[in-house]
Protein backbone atom coordinates (compact mmCIF):
# COMPACT_ATOMS: atom_id res chain seq x y z
CA UNK A 1 0.00 0.00 0.00
CA UNK A 2 1.27 3.68 -0.64
CA UNK A 3 2.59 5.67 1.72
CA UNK A 4 2.99 9.42 1.55
CA UNK A 5 0.11 10.62 -0.86
CA UNK A 6 -1.66 7.94 -1.70
CA UNK A 7 -4.79 6.19 0.05
CA UNK A 8 -3.78 4.95 3.86
CA UNK A 9 -5.19 0.92 4.71
CA UNK A 10 -8.39 2.21 6.28
CA UNK A 11 -8.95 4.55 2.50
CA UNK A 12 -8.26 7.48 4.09
CA UNK A 13 -6.63 9.74 1.78
CA UNK A 14 -2.83 10.62 3.76
CA UNK A 15 -1.51 13.72 3.16
CA UNK A 16 1.96 13.87 4.65
CA UNK A 17 4.88 14.73 2.39
CA UNK A 18 6.33 11.92 0.98
CA UNK A 19 9.81 10.85 2.47
CA UNK A 20 13.12 10.45 1.13
CA UNK A 21 14.60 7.09 2.98
CA UNK A 22 16.88 5.33 0.35
CA UNK A 23 19.68 6.36 -1.81
CA UNK A 24 18.96 6.99 -5.40
CA UNK A 25 20.45 3.60 -6.75
CA UNK A 26 18.41 1.68 -4.99
CA UNK A 27 15.22 3.46 -5.69
CA UNK A 28 16.26 3.63 -9.48
CA UNK A 29 16.18 -0.49 -9.23
CA UNK A 30 12.96 -0.92 -7.38
CA UNK A 31 11.26 1.69 -10.17
CA UNK A 32 12.23 -0.63 -12.76
CA UNK A 33 13.62 -3.49 -11.62
CA UNK A 34 14.09 -5.11 -15.01
CA UNK A 35 16.35 -2.91 -15.73
CA UNK A 36 16.26 -2.95 -19.67
CA UNK A 37 19.92 -2.72 -21.65
CA UNK A 38 22.81 -1.43 -20.33
CA UNK A 39 24.02 1.92 -21.80
CA UNK A 40 27.14 0.52 -22.65
CA UNK A 41 25.53 -2.17 -24.81
CA UNK A 42 24.87 -0.65 -28.72
CA UNK A 43 21.73 -1.88 -29.94
CA UNK A 44 23.33 -2.74 -33.37
CA UNK A 45 25.38 -5.44 -31.43
CA UNK A 46 22.17 -7.12 -30.42
CA UNK A 47 20.94 -9.99 -31.38
CA UNK A 48 18.04 -9.56 -33.94
CA UNK A 49 14.18 -10.83 -32.63
CA UNK A 50 11.18 -9.01 -31.80
CA UNK A 51 8.13 -10.44 -30.53
CA UNK A 52 4.75 -10.38 -32.66
CA UNK A 53 2.60 -8.07 -30.43
CA UNK A 54 -0.69 -7.36 -32.89
CA UNK A 55 -1.90 -9.11 -35.90
CA UNK A 56 -4.91 -7.66 -37.31
CA UNK A 57 -7.95 -9.96 -38.87
CA UNK A 58 -7.76 -10.46 -41.81
CA UNK A 59 -4.92 -8.07 -43.16
CA UNK A 60 -2.06 -9.68 -45.00
CA UNK A 61 0.42 -10.59 -41.89
CA UNK A 62 -2.99 -12.82 -40.70
CA UNK A 63 -3.65 -14.19 -44.53
CA UNK A 64 0.34 -15.42 -43.66
CA UNK A 65 -0.39 -17.21 -40.96
CA UNK A 66 1.18 -15.12 -38.26
CA UNK A 67 0.77 -15.51 -34.87
CA UNK A 68 0.90 -13.13 -32.17
CA UNK A 69 3.92 -14.10 -29.53
CA UNK A 70 6.08 -15.35 -32.39
CA UNK A 71 9.66 -14.13 -32.79
CA UNK A 72 10.46 -11.99 -35.81
CA UNK A 73 14.30 -12.04 -36.73
CA UNK A 74 14.82 -11.17 -40.42
CA UNK A 75 13.24 -9.18 -42.87
CA UNK A 76 14.42 -9.56 -46.27
CA UNK A 77 17.63 -10.98 -45.36
CA UNK A 78 18.13 -7.82 -42.72
CA UNK A 79 17.95 -8.26 -38.77
CA UNK A 80 15.46 -6.79 -36.84
CA UNK A 81 16.22 -5.91 -33.44
CA UNK A 82 13.17 -3.49 -32.95
CA UNK A 83 10.39 -1.31 -34.38
CA UNK A 84 12.60 0.97 -35.99
CA UNK A 85 14.09 -1.62 -37.97
CA UNK A 86 10.75 -3.61 -38.37
CA UNK A 87 9.26 -0.57 -39.73
CA UNK A 88 12.01 0.65 -41.64
CA UNK A 89 12.88 -2.56 -43.49
CA UNK A 90 8.85 -3.70 -43.76
CA UNK A 91 7.92 -0.46 -44.44
CA UNK A 92 8.10 0.20 -47.75
CA UNK A 93 8.29 -2.88 -49.38
CA UNK A 94 6.08 -4.59 -51.71
CA UNK A 95 7.57 -8.03 -51.41
CA UNK A 96 9.08 -9.25 -47.35
CA UNK A 97 10.39 -12.71 -46.69
CA UNK A 98 9.75 -13.20 -42.74
CA UNK A 99 12.01 -15.18 -40.50
CA UNK A 100 9.86 -16.38 -37.78
CA UNK A 101 10.28 -18.73 -35.03
CA UNK A 102 6.98 -20.21 -33.29
CA UNK A 103 6.69 -20.71 -29.58
CA UNK A 104 7.99 -24.01 -29.51
CA UNK A 105 11.18 -21.81 -31.65
CA UNK A 106 10.97 -23.70 -34.72
CA UNK A 107 11.77 -21.51 -37.94
CA UNK A 108 10.10 -20.96 -41.23
CA UNK A 109 10.29 -18.19 -43.90
CA UNK A 110 7.07 -16.36 -44.58
CA UNK A 111 6.61 -14.80 -47.72
CA UNK A 112 3.94 -11.89 -48.42
CA UNK A 113 3.57 -10.36 -51.88
CA UNK A 114 1.67 -6.86 -51.25
CA UNK A 115 -1.45 -6.54 -54.04
CA UNK A 116 -1.30 -2.93 -54.22
CA UNK A 117 1.21 -0.36 -52.44
CA UNK A 118 -1.65 0.15 -49.61
CA UNK A 119 -2.31 -3.01 -48.47
CA UNK A 120 -1.80 -2.98 -44.69
CA UNK A 121 0.50 -5.44 -43.47
CA UNK A 122 -1.49 -5.48 -40.31
CA UNK A 123 1.57 -6.76 -38.06
CA UNK A 124 2.53 -4.80 -34.93
CA UNK A 125 5.83 -5.71 -33.31
CA UNK A 126 6.62 -5.81 -29.48
CA UNK A 127 8.07 -1.60 -28.32
CA UNK A 128 11.74 -1.75 -27.60
CA UNK A 129 12.93 -1.51 -23.71
CA UNK A 130 14.31 1.71 -23.96
CA UNK A 131 18.34 1.88 -23.23
CA UNK A 132 19.32 4.35 -20.15
CA UNK A 133 21.85 7.46 -19.69
CA UNK A 134 24.57 6.81 -17.81
CA UNK A 135 24.69 10.76 -16.74
CA UNK A 136 24.23 12.57 -13.44
CA UNK A 137 23.24 15.74 -14.18
CA UNK A 138 23.19 18.38 -11.47
CA UNK A 139 19.55 19.53 -12.17
CA UNK A 140 18.38 15.81 -13.32
CA UNK A 141 14.46 15.78 -12.57
CA UNK A 142 14.89 11.96 -11.53
CA UNK A 143 17.68 12.70 -8.75
CA UNK A 144 15.36 15.57 -7.10
CA UNK A 145 11.93 13.15 -6.83
CA UNK A 146 10.44 12.00 -3.79
CA UNK A 147 9.76 8.83 -2.87
CA UNK A 148 6.34 7.55 -4.47
CA UNK A 149 6.29 9.06 -7.55
CA UNK A 150 4.80 7.04 -10.77
CA UNK A 151 7.19 4.53 -11.61
CA UNK A 152 8.08 5.29 -14.71
CA UNK A 153 9.25 8.81 -13.56
CA UNK A 154 12.26 6.96 -11.84
CA UNK A 155 13.63 5.81 -15.23
CA UNK A 156 16.45 7.73 -16.41
CA UNK A 157 15.92 7.20 -20.78
CA UNK A 158 18.82 7.70 -22.75
CA UNK A 159 17.90 6.30 -26.24
CA UNK A 160 18.09 7.60 -29.89
CA UNK A 161 15.42 5.79 -31.02
CA UNK A 162 12.72 7.37 -28.66
CA UNK A 163 14.32 10.68 -29.76
CA UNK A 164 13.39 10.06 -33.22
CA UNK A 165 10.46 8.57 -32.71
CA UNK A 166 8.74 10.52 -29.67
CA UNK A 167 11.10 14.06 -29.61
CA UNK A 168 13.13 12.87 -26.29
CA UNK A 169 16.16 14.64 -25.49
CA UNK A 170 19.46 12.81 -25.57
CA UNK A 171 22.50 13.69 -24.29
CA UNK A 172 24.63 11.83 -27.15
CA UNK A 173 26.48 10.30 -24.40
CA UNK A 174 25.93 6.81 -24.99
CA UNK A 175 26.13 6.70 -28.73
CA UNK A 176 28.42 3.91 -29.95
CA UNK A 177 29.97 4.36 -33.57
CA UNK A 178 27.75 1.32 -34.57
CA UNK A 179 24.70 3.10 -33.83
CA UNK A 180 25.89 6.23 -35.02
CA UNK A 181 26.50 4.54 -38.23
CA UNK A 182 22.83 3.25 -37.83
CA UNK A 183 21.32 6.27 -37.61
CA UNK A 184 22.92 7.69 -40.89
CA UNK A 185 22.00 4.94 -42.81
CA UNK A 186 18.39 4.90 -41.74
CA UNK A 187 18.34 8.34 -41.50
CA UNK A 188 16.75 8.93 -38.04
CA UNK A 189 16.45 12.46 -38.42
CA UNK A 190 15.39 15.05 -36.79
CA UNK A 191 16.72 13.97 -33.42
CA UNK A 192 16.97 16.09 -30.23
CA UNK A 193 20.23 16.46 -28.58
CA UNK A 194 20.65 18.15 -24.70
CA UNK A 195 24.05 20.34 -25.39
CA UNK A 196 23.91 22.49 -22.28
CA UNK A 197 27.51 23.68 -23.04
CA UNK A 198 29.83 23.58 -25.76
CA UNK A 199 32.99 23.86 -23.28
CA UNK A 200 33.83 20.15 -23.03
CA UNK A 201 34.56 20.32 -19.08
CA UNK A 202 31.86 23.10 -18.10
CA UNK A 203 29.61 19.82 -20.14
CA UNK A 204 30.85 17.50 -18.52
CA UNK A 205 30.54 18.91 -15.05
CA UNK A 206 26.70 19.58 -15.87
CA UNK A 207 26.34 15.36 -16.78
CA UNK A 208 27.64 14.27 -14.26
CA UNK A 209 30.45 12.82 -16.50
CA UNK A 210 33.80 11.95 -15.69
CA UNK A 211 34.05 11.10 -19.79
CA UNK A 212 31.51 11.95 -22.60
CA UNK A 213 31.84 11.73 -25.88
CA UNK A 214 32.47 15.48 -27.31
CA UNK A 215 29.89 16.99 -28.47
CA UNK A 216 31.25 18.39 -31.39
CA UNK A 217 31.98 15.15 -32.67
CA UNK A 218 27.78 14.50 -32.59
CA UNK A 219 27.13 17.60 -34.61
CA UNK A 220 29.39 17.35 -37.08
CA UNK A 221 28.58 13.64 -37.64
CA UNK A 222 24.66 14.92 -38.03
CA UNK A 223 25.68 17.87 -40.17
CA UNK A 224 28.46 15.42 -42.74
CA UNK A 225 25.36 12.97 -43.15
CA UNK A 226 22.97 15.64 -43.67
CA UNK A 227 21.17 15.02 -40.71
CA UNK A 228 18.80 17.56 -38.50
CA UNK A 229 19.25 17.98 -34.76
CA UNK A 230 16.89 20.08 -32.36
CA UNK A 231 18.92 21.18 -29.45
CA UNK A 232 18.27 22.26 -25.62
CA UNK A 233 20.20 24.23 -23.65
CA UNK A 234 19.37 23.51 -19.50
CA UNK A 235 20.43 27.26 -18.57
CA UNK A 236 22.00 26.96 -15.04
CA UNK A 237 22.48 30.33 -13.31
CA UNK A 238 26.42 31.46 -12.96
CA UNK A 239 27.24 27.61 -14.55
CA UNK A 240 26.35 28.05 -18.41
CA UNK A 241 25.24 31.46 -18.90
CA UNK A 242 27.02 34.57 -19.90
CA UNK A 243 30.27 34.21 -21.67
CA UNK A 244 29.45 30.21 -21.66
CA UNK A 245 26.14 30.52 -23.38
CA UNK A 246 27.08 33.12 -26.01
CA UNK A 247 29.62 30.65 -27.04
CA UNK A 248 27.25 27.81 -27.03
CA UNK A 249 24.78 29.64 -29.37
CA UNK A 250 27.61 30.67 -31.76
CA UNK A 251 28.62 27.05 -32.13
CA UNK A 252 25.23 25.47 -32.75
CA UNK A 253 24.56 28.31 -34.95
CA UNK A 254 27.76 27.44 -36.77
CA UNK A 255 25.74 24.04 -37.18
CA UNK A 256 22.58 25.92 -39.10
CA UNK A 257 20.72 24.05 -40.80
CA UNK A 258 21.87 20.61 -39.39
CA UNK A 259 20.55 22.42 -36.08
CA UNK A 260 17.61 24.55 -37.19
CA UNK A 261 16.37 25.12 -33.34
CA UNK A 262 18.27 25.60 -30.15
CA UNK A 263 15.49 25.86 -26.59
CA UNK A 264 16.74 27.54 -23.52
CA UNK A 265 15.04 26.19 -21.03
CA UNK A 266 15.48 27.30 -16.97
CA UNK A 267 16.88 25.21 -14.20
CA UNK A 268 14.22 23.36 -12.55
CA UNK A 269 15.08 23.20 -8.77
CA UNK A 270 12.53 20.92 -6.38
CA UNK A 271 12.56 20.59 -2.88
CA UNK A 272 14.92 17.49 -3.19
CA UNK A 273 17.94 18.14 -3.65
CA UNK A 274 19.59 16.26 -0.94
CA UNK A 275 23.25 15.15 -1.61
CA UNK A 276 23.20 17.32 -4.86
CA UNK A 277 25.84 20.14 -6.08
CA UNK A 278 24.14 23.63 -4.97
CA UNK A 279 22.44 25.66 -7.67
CA UNK A 280 21.86 29.13 -8.30
CA UNK A 281 17.92 29.15 -8.49
CA UNK A 282 16.15 31.09 -11.56
CA UNK A 283 14.54 33.89 -9.57
CA UNK A 284 12.13 36.16 -11.07
CA UNK A 285 14.84 39.00 -10.85
CA UNK A 286 17.34 36.13 -12.78
CA UNK A 287 15.01 35.74 -15.61
CA UNK A 288 13.97 39.45 -16.11
CA UNK A 289 17.33 40.28 -16.53
CA UNK A 290 18.65 36.92 -18.49
CA UNK A 291 15.63 38.13 -21.04
CA UNK A 292 16.81 41.34 -21.26
CA UNK A 293 20.14 40.86 -21.98
CA UNK A 294 19.58 38.24 -24.45
CA UNK A 295 17.15 39.62 -26.70
CA UNK A 296 19.45 41.69 -28.52
CA UNK A 297 21.26 38.11 -29.40
CA UNK A 298 18.11 37.01 -30.34
CA UNK A 299 16.86 39.43 -32.38
CA UNK A 300 20.24 39.26 -34.60
CA UNK A 301 19.54 35.73 -34.55
CA UNK A 302 16.22 35.73 -35.94
CA UNK A 303 17.19 38.59 -38.66
CA UNK A 304 20.28 36.88 -39.52
CA UNK A 305 18.26 33.10 -40.14
CA UNK A 306 15.01 34.51 -41.60
CA UNK A 307 13.66 32.55 -38.23
CA UNK A 308 14.24 32.70 -34.33
CA UNK A 309 16.52 29.89 -33.93
CA UNK A 310 17.16 30.07 -30.71
CA UNK A 311 14.31 30.75 -28.70
CA UNK A 312 13.40 30.92 -24.96
CA UNK A 313 10.83 28.46 -23.20
CA UNK A 314 7.90 30.40 -22.23
CA UNK A 315 8.42 29.52 -18.43
CA UNK A 316 10.99 32.44 -18.38
CA UNK A 317 8.77 35.29 -19.26
CA UNK A 318 6.12 33.68 -16.73
CA UNK A 319 8.36 33.49 -14.14
CA UNK A 320 10.01 37.54 -14.96
CA UNK A 321 6.24 38.17 -15.49
CA UNK A 322 6.93 39.55 -18.99
CA UNK A 323 4.71 38.81 -22.46
CA UNK A 324 5.94 35.91 -24.12
CA UNK A 325 6.25 36.35 -27.71
CA UNK A 326 3.85 34.89 -30.39
CA UNK A 327 5.54 32.46 -32.92
CA UNK A 328 3.80 33.65 -35.92
CA UNK A 329 6.18 32.37 -38.09
CA UNK A 330 6.20 28.82 -37.83
CA UNK A 331 3.14 26.52 -38.99
CA UNK A 332 4.29 24.30 -36.35
CA UNK A 333 6.45 25.45 -33.25
CA UNK A 334 9.83 23.18 -33.63
CA UNK A 335 10.17 23.25 -29.96
CA UNK A 336 6.22 23.16 -28.76
CA UNK A 337 6.95 20.27 -26.72
CA UNK A 338 10.05 21.90 -24.80
CA UNK A 339 7.35 24.86 -23.26
CA UNK A 340 8.65 27.08 -26.47
CA UNK A 341 5.27 28.91 -27.71
CA UNK A 342 2.86 26.92 -25.24
CA UNK A 343 1.09 29.90 -24.10
CA UNK A 344 0.61 31.28 -28.20
CA UNK A 345 -0.34 27.43 -29.05
CA UNK A 346 -2.59 27.39 -26.38
CA UNK A 347 -4.38 30.50 -28.08
CA UNK A 348 -4.17 29.40 -31.73
CA UNK A 349 -7.95 28.85 -31.36
CA UNK A 350 -9.53 32.03 -29.41
CA UNK A 351 -11.90 33.07 -31.93
CA UNK A 352 -13.32 29.83 -32.84
CA UNK A 353 -14.03 30.02 -28.60
CA UNK A 354 -14.89 33.43 -28.92
CA UNK A 355 -17.27 32.33 -31.21
CA UNK A 356 -19.12 30.07 -29.02
CA UNK A 357 -19.29 32.06 -26.17
CA UNK A 358 -23.16 32.36 -25.04
CA UNK A 359 -24.37 35.35 -24.17
CA UNK A 360 -26.41 34.55 -21.41
CA UNK A 361 -26.64 31.20 -19.17
CA UNK A 362 -30.42 30.67 -18.13
CA UNK A 363 -28.91 29.75 -14.54
CA UNK A 364 -25.48 30.42 -12.86
CA UNK A 365 -22.93 28.32 -13.60
CA UNK A 366 -19.37 28.89 -11.44
CA UNK A 367 -16.06 27.38 -12.80
CA UNK A 368 -12.97 27.03 -10.81
CA UNK A 369 -10.16 26.90 -13.29
CA UNK A 370 -7.45 24.56 -11.21
CA UNK A 371 -3.79 25.76 -12.33
CA UNK A 372 -0.09 25.94 -11.51
CA UNK A 373 0.99 29.43 -9.67
CA UNK A 374 2.45 30.52 -13.05
CA UNK A 375 -0.37 30.09 -14.85
CA UNK A 376 -3.18 32.70 -13.94
CA UNK A 377 -1.63 35.42 -15.94
CA UNK A 378 -1.78 33.03 -18.89
CA UNK A 379 -5.70 32.56 -18.37
CA UNK A 380 -6.55 36.11 -17.84
CA UNK A 381 -7.43 36.73 -21.83
CA UNK A 382 -9.98 33.26 -21.88
CA UNK A 383 -11.41 34.56 -17.81
CA UNK A 384 -12.26 37.63 -19.16
CA UNK A 385 -14.18 36.65 -22.29
CA UNK A 386 -16.08 33.84 -20.32
CA UNK A 387 -17.23 36.90 -18.24
CA UNK A 388 -19.05 38.25 -20.89
CA UNK A 389 -21.48 35.41 -20.80
CA UNK A 390 -24.16 36.49 -18.22
CA UNK A 391 -24.22 33.80 -15.41
CA UNK A 392 -21.05 32.22 -16.21
CA UNK A 393 -18.47 32.98 -13.58
CA UNK A 394 -14.89 31.41 -14.17
CA UNK A 395 -12.35 31.78 -11.56
CA UNK A 396 -8.39 30.85 -11.51
CA UNK A 397 -7.34 28.72 -8.12
CA UNK A 398 -3.66 28.62 -8.23
CA UNK A 399 -1.90 25.46 -6.58
CA UNK A 400 1.73 25.57 -4.93
CA UNK A 401 3.07 22.40 -5.66
CA UNK A 402 3.65 21.00 -2.03
CA UNK A 403 5.16 17.83 -3.35
CA UNK A 404 8.01 19.15 -5.42
CA UNK A 405 8.09 22.57 -4.12
CA UNK A 406 7.07 26.00 -4.24
CA UNK A 407 9.76 27.13 -6.40
CA UNK A 408 8.19 24.44 -9.09
CA UNK A 409 5.83 26.38 -10.87
CA UNK A 410 4.85 24.15 -14.20
CA UNK A 411 0.97 22.73 -14.61
CA UNK A 412 2.41 19.53 -15.58
CA UNK A 413 4.11 18.54 -12.27
CA UNK A 414 0.85 19.04 -10.24
CA UNK A 415 0.29 15.65 -8.40
CA UNK A 416 -3.42 14.43 -7.93
CA UNK A 417 -2.79 15.62 -3.69
CA UNK A 418 -1.79 18.69 -4.17
CA UNK A 419 -5.12 19.49 -6.67
CA UNK A 420 -7.24 17.65 -4.14
CA UNK A 421 -6.20 19.88 -1.71
CA UNK A 422 -7.25 23.13 -3.51
CA UNK A 423 -10.23 21.76 -4.43
CA UNK A 424 -11.18 20.92 -0.61
CA UNK A 425 -10.63 24.27 -0.07
CA UNK A 426 -12.55 25.54 -2.69
CA UNK A 427 -15.51 23.68 -2.57
CA UNK A 428 -18.37 26.11 -3.92
CA UNK A 429 -17.83 25.76 -7.34
CA UNK A 430 -20.37 23.47 -9.66
CA UNK A 431 -17.08 22.53 -12.06
CA UNK A 432 -13.32 22.13 -11.61
CA UNK A 433 -11.11 22.58 -15.02
CA UNK A 434 -8.13 20.68 -14.55
CA UNK A 435 -4.59 21.15 -16.75
CA UNK A 436 -4.72 17.90 -18.89
CA UNK A 437 -0.78 17.94 -18.69
CA UNK A 438 -0.06 16.55 -15.37
CA UNK A 439 -2.37 13.12 -15.97
CA UNK A 440 -0.76 10.26 -18.05
CA UNK A 441 -3.20 9.85 -21.57
CA UNK A 442 -3.70 6.52 -21.04
CA UNK A 443 -4.55 5.93 -17.55
CA UNK A 444 -5.61 9.28 -16.66
CA UNK A 445 -2.95 8.68 -13.50
CA UNK A 446 -1.18 11.83 -11.90
CA UNK A 447 2.48 11.80 -11.22
CA UNK A 448 1.86 10.68 -7.67
CA UNK A 449 -0.02 7.57 -9.18
CA UNK A 450 -3.34 8.79 -7.80
CA UNK A 451 -5.94 8.05 -10.95
CA UNK A 452 -8.43 11.05 -11.99
CA UNK A 453 -11.26 8.86 -10.87
CA UNK A 454 -9.93 8.38 -7.16
CA UNK A 455 -9.77 12.26 -6.87
CA UNK A 456 -13.20 12.38 -8.17
CA UNK A 457 -14.31 9.77 -6.05
CA UNK A 458 -12.12 11.92 -2.87
CA UNK A 459 -13.46 15.33 -3.40
CA UNK A 460 -17.29 14.14 -5.02
CA UNK A 461 -16.82 16.79 -7.22
CA UNK A 462 -17.21 17.59 -11.26
CA UNK A 463 -13.63 17.48 -12.37
CA UNK A 464 -12.64 17.92 -16.19
CA UNK A 465 -9.45 18.06 -17.44
CA UNK A 466 -8.34 20.46 -20.12
CA UNK A 467 -6.48 18.88 -22.94
CA UNK A 468 -6.37 21.26 -25.45
CA UNK A 469 -6.14 24.92 -26.17
CA UNK A 470 -8.78 27.76 -25.67
CA UNK A 471 -11.24 26.29 -27.71
CA UNK A 472 -11.45 23.21 -25.96
CA UNK A 473 -11.71 25.19 -22.69
CA UNK A 474 -14.35 27.13 -23.41
CA UNK A 475 -16.21 23.57 -24.99
CA UNK A 476 -15.39 21.66 -21.91
CA UNK A 477 -17.38 24.32 -20.12
CA UNK A 478 -19.98 24.60 -21.71
CA UNK A 479 -20.63 20.60 -22.39
CA UNK A 480 -20.83 20.48 -18.56
CA UNK A 481 -22.84 23.80 -18.36
CA UNK A 482 -24.71 23.34 -21.41
CA UNK A 483 -27.87 22.14 -19.77
CA UNK A 484 -27.92 26.02 -18.46
CA UNK A 485 -27.63 27.35 -21.69
CA UNK A 486 -30.29 30.30 -22.62
CA UNK A 487 -32.69 29.83 -25.29
CA UNK A 488 -31.67 32.60 -27.53
CA UNK A 489 -28.62 30.53 -28.27
CA UNK A 490 -30.26 27.57 -29.28
CA UNK A 491 -29.22 27.75 -32.32
CA UNK A 492 -25.37 28.18 -30.95
CA UNK A 493 -22.92 26.22 -33.78
CA UNK A 494 -21.63 24.27 -29.98
CA UNK A 495 -25.06 23.32 -28.90
CA UNK A 496 -26.74 21.90 -32.61
CA UNK A 497 -23.19 19.91 -32.78
CA UNK A 498 -24.13 18.84 -28.92
CA UNK A 499 -27.87 17.85 -29.48
CA UNK A 500 -26.77 16.54 -32.74
CA UNK A 501 -24.37 13.85 -30.83
CA UNK A 502 -27.17 12.99 -27.80
S1 LIG B 1 20.62 12.68 -19.28
FE1 LIG B 1 20.81 13.79 -17.36
S2 LIG B 1 18.81 14.78 -17.11
FE2 LIG B 1 18.57 13.16 -18.62
S3 LIG B 1 17.91 11.38 -17.47
FE3 LIG B 1 20.14 11.26 -17.64
S4 LIG B 1 20.89 12.23 -15.78
FE4 LIG B 1 18.77 12.82 -15.99
Not at 152 to 177: A, N, P
Request: glycine residues 8%; neutral net charge; aromatic residues 8%.
Amino acid sequence: MDKGLGFADDGRMTMEAPKRSTTLRERLRRADPKLTIPASVAVTEMEPGVKVSQVRPGSLGDRAGLLPGEKLTYVNGEPIRDTVDFFFHAGGEEELELEIYNAAGEARTVVIVKDSPDSVLGVEVEQFTTQHCGCNCVFCFVHQLPDNMRKSLYVKDEDYRLSFMQGSYVTGTTLKDSDLERIARQRLSPMYLSVHAVDEELRRWLLGLKKARPILEVLKFFKKHRLEMHTQIVLCPEKNDGAQLQRTLDTLLSFYPTVPSIAIVPLGMTKWRDGLPPMVPVTKEYARKFIRGLKPRLREIEAKYGEPVAMLADEWYLIAGMAVPRYTQFDSIPQLENGVGMVYHFYRDFNAAKKLMPKKLARPWRVAAITSTLSPPVLKKLVDLCRTCEGLTVDVIPVVNEVFGESIHVTGLLTGGDLGKAIKHHPFYDQYLLPGNCLRKYDEKFLDDMTLLELREETGKLLSPVLGGALDFVETILEQAVGAVHHEVKDHPFLVKHWANS
